[in-house]
């Protein structure tokens, strides 16, 4: 992959690249409270069957995952581990934020105890808001990311470039929003 980290992979490569990545995650769940119930439906449920979409809910560990969803509240003393967790994520690595508690604390945000939104540690890919949120909606945050993922420059990604440097096409992109499941960009 030496092509990839100097940013010379052909266009057509790129492309191919992105629709295998796009379609072959494996995702680690990291259900903290009532909505990794609903997480659990979408992933485990013959009914919302999620490896037709190719994404597949059974690592091991988060070495071998692409995807991690953050679904519940996340506490201050759970934060360090949540942090741990996404450093062991090999690259490129994705985050779903689902339910309103993982989102932005839900209704303990004024909690002494609780974190005020996964993204105060990790960053945050999709917003799938809700509480609970319905198995759908976690469904539809993973097409919208899978969406993502086609159209994006992984020389950028991989080297931890900020998408607002300047490419090698001479063209300044605009920052990635968030995604927002039902919703426009966070702000």
């Known amino acids: 992959m030496g092509l990839v980290d100097r ?17 072959s995650m494996w995702v680690y769940q990291w259900g903290l409270a009532c909505c990794a119930i609903e997480m659990g439906a979408a992933f485990g449920s013959p009914r ?3 490896m037709r979409l190719g994404v597949i ?8 995952a692409d995807l991690v969803v953050v679904s519940g509240t ?18 490129p690595k994705y985050v779903i934020s689902m ?4 989102n932005c604390g839900g209704p303990y945000w004024d909690s002494y ?13 999709v917003y799938v808001p809700g509480c609970p949120p319905r198995p ?22 991989w080297r931890h470039e900020e998408y607002t440097s300047l490419q090698k096409s001479a063209a300044l992109r605009e920052p990635q929003e968030p995604i ?6 966070i702000e």
């Open 48 to 50: 919302y069957d999620v």
């Open 7 to 23: 940013g010379r992979m052909p266009a057509p490569l790129t492309k191919l690249f992105n629709i295998g990545r796009s379609y």
């Open 74 to 91: 996340v506490t201050d003393k759970m934060a360090p581990a949540v942090k741990r967790l996404y450093e062991q994520m090999p690259e």
């Open 113 to 125: 105890s609780v974190t005020k939104g996964v993204d105060q540690i990790i960053p945050v890919d």
């Open 136 to 157: 759908e909606a976690l469904l539809e945050g993973i097409v919208l990311l899978q969406q993502r993922i086609k159209n994006e420059d992984m020389g950028a990604k």
């Open 180 to 185: 927002v499941v039902g919703g426009g960009p």
């Open 57 to 64: 809910p059974l690592p091991a560990s988060p070495r071998q």
């Open 99 to 102: 339910g309103s508690c993982a």
